[in-house]
């Protein structure tokens, strides 16, 4: 081995331990407080339920961005004994920190607030320790790198373990009410940026789905990827009255020209929820999640994958599916095309090349829509249309992209969570999400649904040569290329799709 090479591998050697932190951090378990019907969110769900069907899980859909965030903000404002949140992308913005502030103030008041985040994105540990340092706050990282410095050498000394996040994503108030979908926390997710509008789906639970929620979150919480973010730091400091004050001048400044937050008090859901006049769907709900040990065990895990695979084979007459990175594979594609074969009728929504915003995942899917397509299956991909802005965008968009992640079947059950239809939600990342038995609230979203597709998306079809072709149905106008990519844009995706990545998407 030459000087150089040696000096190279002492120096690989000095980075990956140097600098890395012993993840031994004694931590003690806790689990969820049963929901109490003297409390503010208690009482309000014991009340829904006295007057609701039989069913015992009901549900109210959050499609506006604004409105998803303003929902947890009223439920931690009523909360009384107990929020547990966990995502997989938990920001350092605006909306993010305005949720932070109100869990703050929540914990102030005696509120027991429990964070448990992936450690894939690069955030501040000693900010997060200081807020950790609440008596009545606990934060806690799910699978963290070790070297805190240089992060990507996590996946140089242990790729598949590093690899593997935790992408769930839910919130629980008093044991009462959760929160359960694909939405992450951050501006783009809620409605408030002015570059990129992520179009996601959360359902707002009640009554016997709730308790499972917080089941699996506890099973995250005590395993044993979950570490305290005081394991990860040498010295933690306490939430300084500077750090208040500048938290409230950070939220001024972004909030106080606008009326996203403004209009609080008046936004129909509050008041609907204070009033007990919110309108809930109800059915029968089944709450599926991976386990934690998907991360560190995988070969002995069962996965969420199989339970969905037996939902979906029961599927009779129709299958609709939103995945906004879809890559169905051959094997995959293979079973969509024998089961539209057999009569089912498919329609499936994606991101268009422009919309998404990881090109390779599109390059991958590509490969499939043609056959996709001659066996039949509907395929509609999202637009990108700075003039489709959110009704109560905070900013308004430039640039639109689906990240929801739900399937119907039959008319009759939707799901909403966290799995995207790819490879890395089935076998890499860990995911949950709920089944709801709901044909009432299916047939009220299918009302629009003709309408809202030639507003959103481009159509796809073949024309006589095999060649894909999408259709504005909405402009009455046709593209033989990928609408509103650049050249550039289409290179990558193309390049993307001959490497050999596919298992990793």
């Not at 503010?40 to 409105?67: I, K, R, W």
Request: aromatic share 10%.
């Amino acid at each position: 081995m030459t000087p150089r090479k040696w000096l190279l591998c002492l120096l690989a050697t000095v980075l990956l331990t140097a600098c890395s932190s012993p993840l031994d951090f004694t931590k003690e378990a806790s689990y969820a407080v049963p929901m109490d019907a003297n409390t503010s969110l208690g009482g309000l769900a014991v009340d829904y339920m006295e007057h609701a069907p039989n069913e015992g899980t009901g549900f109210y859909p959050l499609n506006d961005g604004q409105e998803a965030l303003l929902a947890r903000l009223a439920l931690i404002h009523k909360a009384e004994k107990t929020i547990d949140l966990q995502y997989y992308i938990y920001r350092d913005d605006a909306t993010s920190s305005l949720l932070t502030y109100a869990l703050y103030l929540a914990a102030e008041r005696g509120v027991r607030i429990r964070i448990l985040l992936d450690d894939m994105q690069s955030r501040n540990d000693q900010a997060m320790a200081s807020l950790s340092s609440h008596p009545n706050i606990e934060l806690r990282l799910f699978n963290p790198f070790e070297n805190r410095a240089m992060r990507m050498l996590g996946f140089v000394k242990d790729f598949d373990q590093s690899n593997r996040r935790m992408h769930n994503k839910s919130f629980i108030a008093d044991s009462a009410f959760a929160i359960v979908g694909g939405r992450n926390i951050g501006d783009e997710y809620l409605a408030a940026n002015n570059s990129v509008d992520f179009g996601d789906f959360d359902l707002m639970l009640l009554g016997k789905a709730v308790p499972d929620v917080s089941e699996q979150f506890d099973l995250y919480w005590n395993s044993s990827p979950a570490s305290p973010v005081e394991s990860l730091i040498d010295e933690p400091t306490s939430i300084s009255q500077t750090d208040i004050a500048h938290w409230k001048e950070s939220l001024n400044r972004h909030f106080k020209n606008s009326d996203y937050v403004a209009s609080f008090t008046n936004l129909p859901l509050v008041k609907a929820l204070n009033e007990e006049t919110l309108t809930f769907f109800w059915g029968s709900a089944s709450v599926h999640y991976d386990l934690p040990s998907k991360v560190y065990n995988p070969a002995e895990t069962d996965l969420m994958l199989h339970a969905l695979d037996q939902i979906l084979t029961k599927a009779e007459s129709s299958f609709f599916l939103v995945s906004p990175y879809f890559v169905p594979t051959q094997s995959g594609t293979d079973a969509l095309v024998a089961a539209a074969q057999n009569g089912l009728n498919i329609i499936i929504i994606t991101n268009s090349l422009a919309s998404n915003d990881v090109f390779a995942v599109h390059g991958w899917y590509a490969k499939y829509r043609a056959q996709l397509l001659e066996a039949g299956i509907a395929l509609y991909e999202v637009k990108v249309d700075p003039k489709l802005k959110k009704k109560r965008s905070w900013l308004g968009s430039s640039r639109t992209s689906l990240h929801a992640k739900t399937f119907i079947i039959d008319d009759q059950e939707i799901f909403v969570g966290s799995f995207n239809f790819d490879p890395r939600s089935a076998f890499i990342n860990t995911e949950m999400g709920v089944l709801v038995h709901s044909p009432e609230f299916i047939d009220a979203a299918f009302s629009e649904l003709d309408d809202n597709l030639q507003k959103s998306t481009y159509r796809l079809s073949l024309n006589e040569q095999g060649d894909i072709l999408w259709h504005n149905d909405f402009a009455n106008i046709t593209y033989d290329n990928e609408p509103d990519a650049s050249v550039w844009l289409r290179l990558g995706a193309w390049l993307a799709s001959i490497l050999p990545i596919e298992n990793q998407l």
